[in-house]
């Protein structure tokens, strides 16, 4: 164990904040560190938009299933699959990169290298005493979030990040258990096992939500994601990628 390593078992979202702005040193720093994470072939495929309008941050929150949080925190981030920046090098370049920029491969850089940059971002502030929440939300509607942000062709909008001063600090949420995650040399397929292993953790679920509710709530995990996943939720992503050249080859 180490200070890093304590801080990043200890992540909890963070969904109560302080009325307290992030200064613009704290911000730097962060940034800095999202870009140190590692980035495929150093192609540094994503942008960071920082959100300190309130009237945006509360467009956002709506957007984002009225998450009342999204406009009230010390910062607001939102990670960005970017590829616009290469194709303009394309043409300083007089090289024809847009069969590389619109394949799934190279969309799928931009995911991994925007996911790595956010979580760098995420251990940074955490380390900072700042508290930190993901928000998927704003995939609800990113033809609003691109007009909002005045994102050009070939940026996504993947999700944001909202930073600030905890004001109020629930309990961890126990995560799958370990031989859940990790197979060892292959893939782990005897089904026996694995639902041993998915009833052990719904237990392990289902007591957290009726201890931290007092009793008002006990769903398993299982029964939470097989209710969430059959609800069909985004389903026009496909679409609004390629509308915007990427993910096209």
Same mark, same amino acid.
């Given at each position: 164990?180490?200070?890093?390593? *304590? ?31 590692? *980035? ?110 005045? *994102? ?9 990040? *909202? ?87």
């Amino acid at each position: 164990m180490n200070e890093t390593i *304590t801080t990043m078992l200890n992540h909890r979202s963070i969904r109560h904040f302080k009325d307290k702005p992030l200064s613009d040193e704290q911000i730097k720093m962060i940034v800095a560190s999202a870009q140190a994470a590692s *980035t495929s072939s150093f192609i540094q495929a994503y942008s960071i938009i920082g959100i300190k309008d309130m009237e945006k941050k509360r467009k956002l929150a709506e957007i984002a299933g009225n998450q009342e949080y999204v406009a009230q925190n010390g910062h607001l981030f939102v990670f960005c699959a970017d590829l616009s920046r290469h194709e303009l090098i394309g043409e300083l370049e007089g090289k024809d990169v847009l069969p590389s920029i619109e394949s799934t491969e190279k969309f799928m850089v931009a995911l991994i290298d925007a996911s790595l940059a956010a979580q760098n971002a995420a251990i940074a502030a955490e380390s900072m005493g700042l508290g930190i929440c993901y928000i998927g939300g704003i995939r609800n509607k990113l033809d609003e979030v691109k007009e909002l942000l005045k *994102t050009p062709e070939r940026v996504i909008p993947l999700f944001g990040m *909202t930073v600030g001063y905890p004001d109020k600090i629930n309990d961890q949420k126990p995560r799958l258990p370990f031989e859940h995650i990790y197979h060892e040399e292959e893939y782990e397929q005897d089904k026996d096992t694995y639902v041993r292993q998915l009833q052990e953790y719904d237990q392990l679920i289902s007591s957290y939500y009726d201890e931290r509710t007092g009793g008002k709530r006990k769903d398993r995990w299982s029964e939470q994601m097989a209710n969430m996943l059959e609800k069909q939720t985004r389903m026009y992503m496909k679409e609004f990628v390629q509308k915007n050249k990427m993910n096209l080859r």
